[in-house]
């Protein structure tokens, strides 16, 4: 079992997001655009775990959530990561970060303890991820293109749970399953 924490993102931001993604395909060259089923703001990807730790991990979880008020959010601004000749990753921002990489630093402090560590080496950056690209594409038209919604406001929300996935890998990408919702 592959798992992820995540929050939810409520179904009329994801239109909005897919929506832009749409306008923003053409100019995208070897890029794979995710469904809205796989839109989340990952808040820490944990990996393989075997299901005989699922109650080590909710334990870990709940002590880092206990008395976390639920956090209003908002989705703001595409941006990507890699350079300007080689994008790697197409998101757009979460706000509010600091608490969200708060919550992440958190989580960390207490899965470190189970003999975790992070998987991904770059810094917390809450953001909604909605494309990948592939190899070295040149996608310099596609950066272009991004500018145009540096500042674009996709909607706020209230999270109120942060949701353990199961990720698995399926024809049409990565499929993600429910296994524990813990209220906020």
Known sequence: MVTLLALNVPADIK???KATCAALQPFGENT???TPDQMMVEIAYIGAMPPSFMEHLCTAVR???DGVAPIPCQAKGLGFYGSR???ASIWCAVEPGEVL???YEALWIQLRKLGYK???GVDFHARVNLAFCKGRTRNE???DE???FEETDFGTWTATSLNLLDQSKGPKGFRYKSLYRFPI
């Open 101 to 103: 990489e708060a919550m």
């Open 118 to 120: 992070p998987v991904h």
């Open 146 to 148: 991004l500018a145009a």
């Open 63 to 65: 002590k880092v959530l």
């Open 15 to 17: 239109s909005k997001l």
């Open 141 to 143: 038209k596609l950066v």
């Open 85 to 87: 000749r080689y994008m």
């Open 32 to 34: 794979e655009w995710l």
